[in-house]
């Protein structure tokens, strides 16, 4: 069993591996995308006390951190001991869900030990909650706290004084001494200590100071209560569940609200989702097709509708990307390559340029090809988990295919928690 909750995947900047769940590199891509309606969540992000958890270790280690826990990457390991701490206080004390991770502490009971090992380099409020409270102005680009919010904490920490400097000692004592292993039971048998985050779990304060961070562009925190309305009562307009996700917001808004200004962003969904997911598609092809000639599979994408509709993609993918500024990329600007040639109608081209484009992304990661040419036969290095034949082509010729989320699931998710739910 994984003995860590909070294990997430691999980053390549932190663990210097590379990854091939995302084989394409197509994460960042429509992460920047959705950037246009949804500025500061992460994807990974369960729930806003993550964020007030990241706040919370951002204060110990401004205002009550020892000169011992700021050096040799102490406070990295600070961070760690922080998150199994407070991940076991919403689970085992709040009965809430954990925010990021969460095998561990439902296999087990109140007694339970969190152990740190050399694959736990990454944890999730670490790798997904830092960066939300950042772009959210809650943290600086250098990761100083925000003065309100420090203000903030510090007044609901204030009457706890004991329990903070009882946390930080035993915090500097396990890092010192270099534990592996803690057992938050322990630690929670010092009322005061529960007490203490008791009260920054429970604060109401803390939880308005982070929505007002999230909604200060009012017709952004309209699209988020769009989210919540659309995922709570997806058919509230009569309309077929066959629409996705971003056809239902655009159906919902344009229903409620005509003048919002931001229905050119969902456009922007709606024309480079398909691209996105015909590159998938065709990977996958591509993968099905371990040691045939390319051939074999050009003379597949080269039907008549096939074609056509790849075209299609590849035509709306251009001239959406084409009048939209601020996400140019230098990812982007292979994909617009890779789209031109599908729009020559030159399938051969295509499929060689997303060999080498999926080749470019693995090189940048320090690892190999999962799909390369052997003369003129393909040849597989890595298992991925595949659709068959049939769906792929039904995917390809599907005008409206959805694979990504575009945080919209995320953005109601929280919204929701921050007007009420928890």
């Given amino acids: 069993m994984n ?76 961070f760690r001991y922080m998150e199994g701490l407070i991940e076991y206080h919403l689970y085992h004390n709040l009965n809430v869900e954990p925010c990021y991770g969460s095998r561990l502490l439902k296999g087990n009971g109140p007694d339970v030990e969190v152990k740190f090992s050399s694959v736990t380099a990454v944890n999730g409020l670490y790798q997904f909650y830092r960066g939300t409270c950042r772009r959210a102005g809650m943290l600086s680009k250098n990761w100083v706290l925000d003065e309100k919010a420090l203000s903030t904490i510090k007044t ?141 599979l050009e003379s597949l994408l080269t039907e008549p509708d096939v074609k056509q509709a790849m075209r299609d993609k590849s035509v709306s993918f251009i001239r959406s990307l084409s009048i939209n500024s601020g996400i140019e990329s230098d990812r982007i600007k292979l994909l617009l390559e890779i789209a031109g040639l599908l729009v020559k109608e030159d399938v051969k081209a295509f499929l060689l340029g997303l060999l080498e484009y999926h080749r470019k992304i693995m090189k940048s990661r320090g690892a190999g090809s999962m799909i390369h040419l052997d003369g003129c036969e393909l040849r597989v290095s890595s298992e991925i988990h595949n659709a068959d034949q049939n769906q792929l082509l039904k995917s390809i010729c599907n005008e409206s295919p959805w694979k990504n989320g575009y945080y919209i699931n995320t953005t109601a998710r929280i919204y929701n928690q921050l007007h009420g739910e928890r």
């Fill in 3 to 78: 003995e860590n909750p909070f294990f997430s995947d691999k980053d390549s900047d932190l663990l210097k591996q590379g990854s091939v769940r995302d084989y394409l590199g197509l994460v960042p891509v429509w992460s920047k995308i959705a950037r246009k309606l949804e500025p500061n969540l992460s994807g990974a992000i369960q729930s806003y006390l993550g964020l007030e958890a990241v706040l919370f270790i951002y204060y110990l280690e401004q205002e009550h951190v020892p000169e011992s826990l700021k050096q040799n990457n102490n406070f990295r390991e600070l």
């Fill in 156 to 296: 609901l920490c204030a009457p706890h004084s004991g329990a903070v400097n009882k946390l930080i000692q035993l915090i500097e004592k396990m890092t010192l001494s270099g534990v592996k292993v803690i057992k938050p039971s322990e630690v929670f048998a010092n009322e005061q200590i529960v007490v203490l985050f008791n009260v920054l779990f429970k604060s109401k304060k803390l939880k308005e100071y982070i929505r007002n961070c999230l909604y200060i562009d009012k017709e952004l925190e309209y699209y988020a209560s769009a989210c919540s309305s659309v995922k709570s009562q997806p058919k509230v307009l009569g309309v077929g569940s066959e629409l996705n996700p971003v056809q239902h917001l655009k159906a919902y808004i344009d229903s409620n609200n005509k003048q919002w200004s931001h229905f050119s962003e969902l456009e922007l969904i709606q024309d480079c989702e398909p691209f996105l997911a015909l590159l998938d598609d065709c990977f996958q092809f591509l993968h099905l097709h371990d040691g045939r000639k390319l051939s074999v």
